[in-house]
């Protein structure tokens, strides 16, 4: 099984800051990596995700995250946040050898960016 | 592709009734999720299909739900009967693992207010 602990729960933060949304993650086996955003009153969609290869990933919105298999993490990073990055975040994890497609998710983050 | 579509967007029903959400994934996807999220208890799995079989519907709280999936195309989630407690917002989302598509694709969610 796996889990999936985000370490905050809220982050406020001042416009053209940079912004770290920590992820940890625990499994017996090797997993498929992501984030998604959800903005008010909308479902969840995808910011990036980590398959395999080069453990720096870019997604959308200027946001990257990098895979630490080590440490065990899935940081999600942006050097300079806009007010429209204001949002829950959540980061979820998927084992790849069951082909099983569920996905386990963190509990979110709520990120503020504040004028 | 037009995405996950969910219906209706919003609910408003009195306790005791019956309460039916649909969903339409995209066309080829082989996965589907329902969801609830709620301020207290977040985003929580409540039943995903394969190929329109049920695989794990440990997340569903109780007897007064139930959700089928008759076809490739289509899926219901049903409360009877539905009480205040389960006034949140449910996701449905889809996605094909087995040919690499291995996020999530969310709906817009319906908004179940149940007074």
């Known amino acids: 099984a796996q889990s999936v602990t985000q370490l905050d729960s809220q982050v406020p933060v001042f416009e053209e800051a940079p912004v770290e949304l920590r992820c940890n993650y625990s499994?017996?086996?090797?997993?498929?990596l992501f984030w998604y955003v959800q903005y008010p009153n909308q479902g969840l969609q995808l910011l990036l995700k980590?398959?395999?290869?080069?453990?720096l990933v870019k997604g959308i919105n200027g946001f990257e995250a990098e895979f630490n298999k080590s440490q065990t993490s899935f940081h999600l990073r942006k050097p300079s946040v806009h007010i429209s990055d204001t949002a829950e975040y959540f980061c979820a994890v998927t084992a790849f050898n069951t082909n099983a497609g569920k996905s386990t998710f963190g509990d979110g983050t709520t990120l503020t960016v504040k004028p | 592709d037009a995405g996950v579509i969910q219906s209706p967007r919003h609910e408003v029903t009195e306790m005791g009734q019956e309460v039916t959400l649909r969903c339409k994934p995209i066309?080829?996807?082989?996965?589907l999720f329902w969801y609830r999220q709620t301020m207290m208890r977040g985003l929580e799995l409540l039943i995903y299909?394969?190929?329109?079989?049920?695989?794990?519907d440990s997340g569903m709280p109780e007897d007064r739900f139930s959700a089928k999936m008759p076809n490739a195309s289509f899926s219901t989630l049903k409360i009877q009967p539905s009480e205040p407690r389960d006034s949140a917002v449910y996701f449905c989302?889809?996605?094909?693992?087995?040919?690499?598509?291995?996020?999530?694709?969310f709906g817009p969610g319906t908004r179940l207010t149940v007074l």
């Open positions: 066309s080829g996807h082989d996965y």
């Open positions: 299909f394969n190929n329109n079989v049920p695989i794990d």
């Open positions: 980590y398959l395999s290869g080069s453990t």
């Open positions: 499994s017996s086996v090797s997993v498929y």
């Open positions: 989302a889809s996605s094909r693992p087995g040919q690499g598509v291995n996020e999530q694709f």
